[in-house]
């Protein structure tokens, strides 16, 4: 499967932005799937992720609350809707798809090429 993230963009602390990551290829509904990012100079972490069925979502504790991943597999979607915003939150977003316990250790085969966020304060 092909994953192509976008959605991106410079925001002020506070706002909000919506993450889509849109799959192509192999079925993309049988995949569970999810969000990470890197900030400049520090590791790739995870951010949320969701099964296959759209159920069990999951979130770093750091977003919670604040973000919501969603999909849509009638459009081969993923999405995460992101609000209140921080400049912590300044980071590539890669989006990832593969089986759960792959996608929750970061090892999923499938990645997006990755969505750049700016959170200005």
């Known amino acids: 499967v092909q994953l192509q993230a976008s959605g991106g963009g410079l925001v002020q602390a506070g706002g909000s932005l919506r993450l889509s990551c849109a799959a192509s290829?192999?079925?993309?509904?049988?995949?569970?799937m999810g969000w990470f990012r890197q900030a400049p100079g520090k590791e790739r972490e995870f951010v949320a992720a969701?099964?296959?069925?759209?159920?069990?979502?999951v979130y770093a504790d750091s977003v919670k609350g604040r973000f919501t991943i969603s999909r849509d597999n009638t459009k081969n979607t993923g999405y995460l809707q992101m609000k209140s915003l921080k400049p912590d939150d300044t980071a590539v977003y890669y989006c990832?798809?593969?089986?759960?316990?792959?996608?929750?250790?970061?090892?999923?085969?499938?990645w997006g090429q990755g969505t750049l966020v700016t959170v200005s304060s």
């Open positions: 990832a798809a593969d089986t759960w316990a792959r996608v929750l250790n970061g090892k999923a085969d499938y």
């Open positions: 290829g192999r079925t993309f509904i049988i995949y569970d």
């Open positions: 969701i099964r296959w069925s759209g159920g069990s979502p």
